[in-house]
């Protein structure tokens, strides 16, 4: 049964517990709006930075704390622009990544396809870990259990190509076909099922010679489309499953992030994989300058700077962004 035990708020008196939290609001009206349109609890991501810090003794340890107080000068306003910067940025990686899956959903197609165009669902042409090894507790390989995620995708789909394809055809559909449904988690899944030589060989069309730094990058994008998607916080969010980098000299735009876990923890290494795949992908795009201009005009906000987004000092100088 649930603790909590916290009243119930109208919009005004939320309004009026931030201002006597030490929160600065020059417009009541506009700071309700805001409250009502997005919502108290997603809004205080974006001023919980500005709350002010002490430290508490848990079993012998110290550990910082936010207290409910905000530090002097903090704004509604402030938290404000940092969750259109957010969102701003939400959308130029979700921009970026959409390309990225449709370009190697095609990859995925054109490799299996030539051998077979129902390879999907053939063991034969799929790595050994994936179609041989059974799990313990499901009593099934990791193929089996993403034909069955792939086979609800399918049954679920409203697409009309979806049914011409079943009506006209039968199943299972192509390969070239299929793709067209695989959300990005089972695009990641299957495109580490593959073999090592088609795994490999994708990876290479990227400028990328180790297929395990690619399938991490994968992991990676899946989880940050979910962030974006989901209009969670992404500017300052810490990665728990950090990527795998190229080994020195692989790729040297890259070398200066190896061994440096405060920047490959962060958002800005994920910007620098977009910016990898995207020169490759859409090389006339704009994508890139949009992302910059956006960078260049991070909010003027108190104690807070893009190197919170774990952006290097000189980060401008790096070869990503030339």
């Known amino acids: 049964m649930s603790t909590h035990r916290k009243p119930y708020l109208t919009f005004q008196q939320q309004l009026e517990l931030l201002k006597a939290r030490g929160l600065e609001v020059t417009d009541d009206a506009a700071a309700r709006s805001y409250l009502r349109r997005i919502g108290y609890y997603r809004i205080s991501a ?70 077979d165009p129902f390879a999907y669902t053939n063991p034969e042409w799929l790595h050994g870990d994936f179609t041989k090894k ?46 067209e449904l695989w959300e990005f988690g089972m695009l990641s899944t299957f495109y580490q099922g593959m073999t090592i030589v088609e795994k490999t060989a994708i ?15 994968l992991r990676l994008l899946n989880y940050v489309r979910n962030v974006a998607a989901h ?21 040297a735009e890259f070398d200066p992030l190896v061994g440096k876990p405060h920047i490959i923890s962060r958002v800005y290494v994920v910007l620098c994989i977009l910016i990898h795949f995207m020169r490759r992908i859409c090389p006339n795009s704009t994508w890139l300058h949009r992302l910059r201009a956006l960078l260049l005009g991070f909010p ?23």
Request: glycine share 4%.
């Open 46 to 115: 974006y001023w919980y930075p500005f709350r002010k810090t002490s430290q508490k003794s848990v079993n012998g340890e110290t550990i910082a704390q936010r207290e409910d107080d905000f530090h002097p000068g903090s704004r509604f306003q402030h938290a404000l622009d940092l969750y259109v910067f957010d969102k701003r940025l939400r959308l130029l990686v979700l921009d970026a990544i959409e390309r990225i899956e449709v370009a190697i959903r095609v990859d995925v197609a054109d490799c299996l396809g030539a051998k």
């Open 134 to 179: 059974v799990n313990r507790v499901t009593k099934k390989t990791r193929h089996q259990v993403w034909l069955e995620k792939y086979d609800r995708v399918r049954e679920r789909s409203k697409e009309d190509f979806v049914r011409h394809f079943e009506v006209k055809y039968g199943l299972p559909l192509p390969i070239r076909v299929s793709v």
């Open 203 to 217: 990876a290479m069309k990227y400028g990328i010679s180790d297929w395990e730094v690619m399938s991490s990058w």
């Open 231 to 251: 209009h969670s916080r992404l500017w300052n969010k810490n990665l728990a499953d950090q990527p795998k980098l190229p080994k020195l000299g692989a790729i």
């Open 300 to 322: 003027d906000v108190p104690r807070l700077t893009i190197g919170d987004m774990g952006f290097p000092t000189d980060w401008e100088t790096h070869s990503f962004w030339r």
